[in-house]
């Protein structure tokens, strides 16, 4: 018989719909996917040649469970380049992707019964990964009216004496919005009456923004000591599956992940870490193709899908997500379906537009569902050519 723990997993919206989108592949059917969150693009070459060189280095042995130290020293000049934030190597821990630095850092704060504040919509594992700790998620919602973003009267009001970890998730997976200095301060007003909160900052789209500054709340003084950064390889550097992560955050709280991870996986990937050196210590120029590129499809796609009568859309200003609001087809009959929820919308547009989706439900959001521009623009534009006829 299977464990509690895992009957009371649910399984990945994500990764379900993207395996659902295959086996119709398989069948022979075309499908183009903009279900997944991960780039087109392939990882640059300055990035591979320092792989190249890390095997022809000789790198194939255990690696340090926290992280190679120049690697360590690596993201602590990227996070003062970046984002303002002193950390020492003693404060890094090096993970087999952002994934797992989350889980870490759950599993070595919460305690059954701990309250875990998520603002909606929020990354689909976050809960999850609180399930796993044996915390309750608290959801603070939010709607396409506020931008999806929360207020700081509506954090207060989520606070309770059980309230041990609240996270933070900018540029924002899925809606793509990006919490500015001034509203992560006046959300930070609110922590700082709350010593005994941890905050968890992913930062994994920073670099995938059009214009807003990114803001870290470390940068925060009063909150510096209670808050955990996390950020990676995957989504700006087109390296999700070199499996790279990475946090900053208080000495003991790093420790505790180190023993934590030095049970389950051990150091990451040795090649992979060299590599991630040449990434973060590399110029955001290197990139920045990347981003104009995403930027020109998100362009496209809000253009597109703004011809489409019922959609409800917000300019998202970072990552590479749209989260249109599709609540005005609920409980009309579109090609012999009825649509109840946004499960129902998005399974339609798999069956009868083959464009795969994810619906917002997985992130805390019932009324959207979540469209990926990381496809090239001819994919984009068919796809949502597709989703128009098969709604009107």
């Known amino acids: 018989m299977l464990s509690n723990r895992i009957n ?6 994500t990764l379900a719909m993207a395996a659902k989108a295959r086996e119709l592949k398989n069948n022979g ?10 780039p087109d693009f392939n990882t640059p070459e ?9 095997v022809k280095d000789n790198y194939n042995s255990y690696s340090p469970v926290d992280g190679y130290a120049d ?6 000049t990227k996070f003062k380049r970046d984002n303002g934030l002193d950390y020492q190597p003693s404060q890094i821990v090096v993970s087999t992707g952002a994934k797992q630095s989350i889980a870490n850092v759950c599993m070595v704060l919460l305690d059954p019964g701990d309250e875990v504040l998520l603002p909606a919509p929020y ?4 809960s999850a990964i609180a399930t796993l700790a044996e915390a309750k998620s608290i959801i603070i919602p939010s709607s396409i009216e506020t931008d999806f973003k929360i ?5 207060e009001k989520a606070i309770t004496p059980k309230t041990k970890l609240v996270m933070f998730n900018s540029p924002n ?27 968890l900052s992913d930062e994994i789209y920073e670099h995938i923004n059009y214009g807003t500054p990114h803001f870290s709340i470390a940068a925060i003084p009063e909150l510096y000591d209670r808050t955990i950064t996390v950020n990676g390889v995957a989504k700006a550097f087109a390296m999700t599956g070199w499996r790279i992560g990475y946090i900053g955050g208080p000495e003991w709280i790093a420790k505790a992940c180190n023993k934590m991870q030095g049970q389950i996986t051990s150091g990451a ?23 104009d590129e995403f930027n020109n499809r998100r362009n496209l796609i809000l253009g597109l899908l703004a011809e489409i009568p019922g959609l409800k859309l917000n300019a998202p200003q970072g990552a590479f997500y749209v989260f249109p609001d599709v609540s005005s087809y609920f409980g009309k009959t579109i090609k012999g379906k009825t649509i109840e929820n946004a499960n129902d919308f998005a399974l339609l547009l798999l069956e009868e537009a083959h464009v795969a989706t994810v619906t917002g439900e997985a992130f805390g959001n019932p009324d959207c569902i979540r469209i990926s521009y990381a496809a090239s623009q001819d994919e984009i534009k068919t796809a949502v050519q597709r989703i128009k006829s098969a709604l009107l």
């Open 8 to 13: 009371s997993l649910p399984a990945s919206a």
């Open 29 to 38: 059917v075309d499908i183009i996917g903009l279900s997944l969150g991960e």
């Open 46 to 54: 300055f990035i591979k040649d320092a792989a190249i060189q890390a």
């Open 71 to 76: 690697l360590k020293e690596a993201i602590c």
């Open 123 to 126: 990354w689909v594992s976050y």
């Open 151 to 155: 207020t700081p009267e509506q954090l």
């Open 173 to 199: 997976n899925p809606s793509g919005i990006i919490y500015t200095e001034e509203e992560y301060r006046a959300l930070g007003a609110v922590l700082e009456k709350y010593p005994d909160i941890y905050i």
């Open 269 to 291: 990937n040795c090649i992979a870490q060299r590599a991630t050196i040449a990434a973060v210590s590399a110029s955001t120029d290197q990139i920045q193709y990347m981003v």
